[in-house]
């Protein structure tokens, strides 16, 4: 069983960029999420995508988007990059209807994004 | 909207020795799942433990387990013969159980040394 992986692992990109992140889902999730997390802090929800589409948001400006694509991997799309878009952004897959295990939310190792 | 706090930032236990780490969170939910994640310094967030809220039973794994008590809102980790790998970010998760989006909100972590 493969498990999330994401790329890169890390970037780096000016003010004003625009970055795209990879997340691939573990076999048999059908479910992504993508969370920011900032130096010391715990994660932050962005979106989630199920079946293709975006099902939940965070309190994240409309800059940040996203796709999910057939094969359930998804993207990370943030245009017009801030500092503060400096962090840690980590994707996590699941599959709701699956029964418990599968409800969890597994996570990959995360993309570094600086930012100057 | 839910909160969970972590009012530790830092534990220390040695090697051999049992330590808990203290969660609390606020919900006017009656139904949800609580977690404890772990993120070493590989920055890959690992399940650790996973309670759900219907359930009396404390959930066990192996050396981890967790005191769950619905009523005052509290969830702590319970880490007993602590190992060298042990060492890292602990963070505690909110899910709720209903809702479109299976979203996981965290706390602030507790980080955890251990010593020989």
């Known amino acids: 069983e493969t498990g999330v992986t994401q790329s890169p692992t890390h970037l780096i990109k000016t003010r004003g960029q625009q970055v795209t992140l990879r997340c691939s889902s573990q076999s048999g999730h059908n479910t992504v999420s993508w969370y920011q997390q900032a130096l010391g802090q715990g994660p932050q929800f962005i979106f989630q995508y199920y079946r293709e589409e975006e099902n939940g948001r965070g309190n994240f400006p409309p800059r940040f988007s996203g796709l999910q694509f057939p094969n359930y991997s998804s993207e990370l799309n943030v245009n017009a990059l801030e500092l503060d878009d400096s962090a840690l952004y980590l994707c996590?897959?699941?599959?709701?209807?699956?029964?418990?295990?599968?409800?969890?939310?597994?996570f990959g190792p995360g993309t570094r994004l600086t930012v100057l | 909207a839910q909160t969970v706090t972590q009012s530790q930032p830092e534990m220390s236990v040695q090697e051999a020795e049992t330590v808990t780490l203290s969660c609390t969170y606020d919900?006017?939910?009656?139904?949800?799942?609580l977690f404890w994640y772990k993120q070493p310094p590989s920055r890959q967030m690992i399940l650790v433990i996973r309670?759900?809220?219907?359930?009396?039973q404390n959930a066990t794994e192996n050396r981890f387990s967790v005191n769950f008590q619905k009523a005052a809102k509290s969830f702590s980790l319970k880490i007993s013969d602590s190992q060298l790998g042990d060492a890292a970010m602990y963070f505690c998760?909110?899910?709720?159980?209903?809702?479109?989006?299976?979203?996981?909100?965290f706390g602030t972590g507790t980080r955890l040394q251990v010593t020989l």
């Open positions: 919900t006017s939910e009656s139904d949800y799942y």
């Open positions: 996590a897959s699941s599959s709701p209807s699956g029964g418990a295990r599968t409800d969890t939310q597994y």
């Open positions: 998760a909110y899910r709720s159980r209903g809702g479109t989006a299976s979203k996981l909100t």
């Open positions: 309670q759900e809220a219907y359930k009396q």
